[in-house]
């Protein structure tokens, strides 16, 4: 089975974005943050079919993707990011090779909601990230019906239809950058995942 190209563009991206010499990523940030890519793909009203690869929710309400899983694998195989203590991170030979695929327009939509998501982090953390995502209804309810389950299929894209509707025109006039109701989003979802624990 050969790379998934948007999964192999999908890890690179993430790794330059949120690992460094300095910090490293688990395999679950990528999923992660891949997920949180395709959620915005969505807000933006594209269609998931053209995301690329799919999400499952695994039992404990995070998403996994097994293309994911496999680029990061072979990623790490072929010397494009590095492996330490089971974290990863990007080399330079991965940065070039990133470079080199920016500059494909097939991948300039992707880079908008990649980037959207990673940014989040500069207002939570990757661990309230984490937290807000377990409160998406999607992962909500893999998390409740105890079960990997296929995410983002078209009964769960109604729900978030609505949410983001809500969301778009609570923000009306802020303009068109993504990282607005990214961050917004994540927020409320946050809110909500620390209601739920009290």
């Known amino acids: 089975m050969g790379l998934n190209p948007e999964a ?3 890890c690179l991206f993430i790794g330059d974005r949120l690992a460094s010499e300095a910090r490293t990523l688990a395999a679950s940030e990528f999923h ?3 997920y949180l890519g395709c959620l915005l793909w969505l807000y933006d009203r594209m269609p998931v079919s053209d ?3 799919e999400f499952v929710g695994t039992e404990l309400g995070a998403p996994y993707s097994q293309d994911i899983d496999q680029a990061l694998r072979l990623l790490a195989e072929r010397g494009y990011l590095a492996t330490t203590d089971e974290r990863l991170s990007i080399t330079t030979t991965g940065l070039d090779a990133l470079h080199d695929l920016s500059m494909l327009s097939i991948n300039e939509g992707r880079v908008e909601r990649l980037r959207a998501a990673c940014a989040s982090t ?3 953390s990757m661990g309230m990230v984490g937290c807000a995502l377990t409160e998406e209804p999607e992962l ?3 998390r409740a019906i105890p079960m990997s389950r ?5 009964s769960g894209q109604t729900q978030l239809y609505l ?3 809500a969301l778009r025109g609570a923000l009306q006039g802020t303009g068109a950058d993504l990282r607005v109701p990214a961050v917004v989003w994540l927020q409320a979802l946050y809110r909500a995942a620390q209601q739920v624990e009290r």
């Open 8 to 10: 192999t563009f999908d």
């Open 32 to 34: 992660l943050f891949a």
């Open 51 to 53: 995301w690329g690869y």
């Open 122 to 124: 500069a207002a939570l």
């Open 140 to 142: 909500r309810r893999a």
């Open 150 to 154: 296929r995410l983002l299929e078209e």
């Open 163 to 165: 949410q983001f509707d």
